[in-house]
């Protein structure tokens, strides 16, 4: 299974990103889709996931600012970033939850992305 991110760059504060993934690869299922950010001396952490049930989790710090959404047919998540800090600055990593094929059998595993960075100007 292969994430391909997409998106993120540079904004000034006040602006708008989309970031977009797609899970590819011999996939069974989908379990929960978000995304991750770290900050330069900073530990990674959860802005947004989304499940199979559409149910969104979000961290604080972005609620009312960040959506997170997915395309089932397209086994895609996307993270649209509206009113951006410059606290939000940080490399932006999908994750998914999948159940793949692996040869005669079905295995469940974490799978990540590579990092987007994005960057937010004051």
């Known amino acids: 299974v292969q994430l391909q991110a997409s998106g993120g760059g540079l904004v000034q504060a006040g602006g708008s990103l989309k970031l977009s993934c797609a899970a590819s690869g011999r996939i069974f299922s989908i379990d929960r889709m978000g995304w991750y950010r770290q900050a330069p001396g900073k530990e990674r952490e959860l802005v947004a996931d989304?499940?199979?049930?559409?149910?969104?989790n979000y961290v604080q710090s972005v609620k009312g600012r960040f959506t997170i959404s997915r395309d089932y047919a397209k086994n895609m998540v996307i993270l649209q970033m509206t009113s951006l800090k410059p606290e939000d600055t940080a490399v932006y990593y999908c994750n998914a939850v999948v159940t793949d094929y692996q040869i005669t059998r079905l295995v469940t595993d974490q799978y990540w992305g590579h990092g987007t960075q994005v960057t937010v100007s004051s």
């Open positions: 989304i499940s199979s049930g559409s149910i969104r």
